[in-house]
C-alpha cells in the first residue's frame, strides 16, 4: 500500500488541522493505521492509531481529548483532526499502514504542521 499524508500548514496556538492520509490498493481496509509525529531535532512518536476496522482507537498522551483519529474504508482515507494546537504540536506528522498491530511496514511522507505562539 502507498500513502499519501496531506492537510498540514501553519496555525495560531489553540486552532485547528485535520491531516488526511490516502492510500493506494484495495486491501486498505486490512491495514491498521497510525501517525506518527517528529519535531525539529527529536525522534518519531506515536500520536494516535486505529485498527482495521475503525473501532479501537489509542492516542498519546500528549493529545489526548485534543486529536482525533478517524478512517473512511470507502474512501482509503484515514485523518487525523488536531484541535486546540500547541506551539509543541509543531512536527512532521507521517501516517503509516500495518497488517499487524505496532507493526507499520508503509509509510506516507510526512506533512508538516507548524503553530505560532
Known amino acids: 500500500v502507498q500513502l499519501q499524508a496531506s492537510g498540514g500548514g501553519l496555525v495560531q496556538a489553540g486552532g485547528s488541522l485535520r491531516l488526511s492520509c490516502t492510500a493506494s490498493g484495495r486491501t486498505f481496509s486490512r491495514y491498521h493505521m497510525v501517525w506518527f509525529r517528529q519535531a525539529p531535532g527529536k525522534e518519531r512518536v506515536f500520536v494516535a492509531s486505529?485498527?482495521?476496522?475503525?473501532?479501537?482507537?489509542n492516542y498519546a498522551e500528549p493529545v489526548k481529548g485534543r486529536f482525533f483519529i478517524s478512517r473512511d474504508n470507502a474512501k482509503n482515507m484515514v485523518y487525523l483532526h488536531l484541535n486546540i494546537l500547541k506551539p509543541e504540536d509543531t512536527a512532521v506528522y507521517y501516517c503509516?499502514?500495518?497488517?499487524?498491530?505496532?507493526?507499520?511496514?508503509?509509510w506516507g511522507q510526512g506533512t508538516l504542521v507548524t503553530v505560532s505562539s
Open positions: 486505529i485498527t482495521s476496522s475503525g473501532i479501537y482507537k
Open positions: 503509516a499502514a500495518g497488517e499487524n498491530i505496532g507493526v507499520y511496514d508503509y
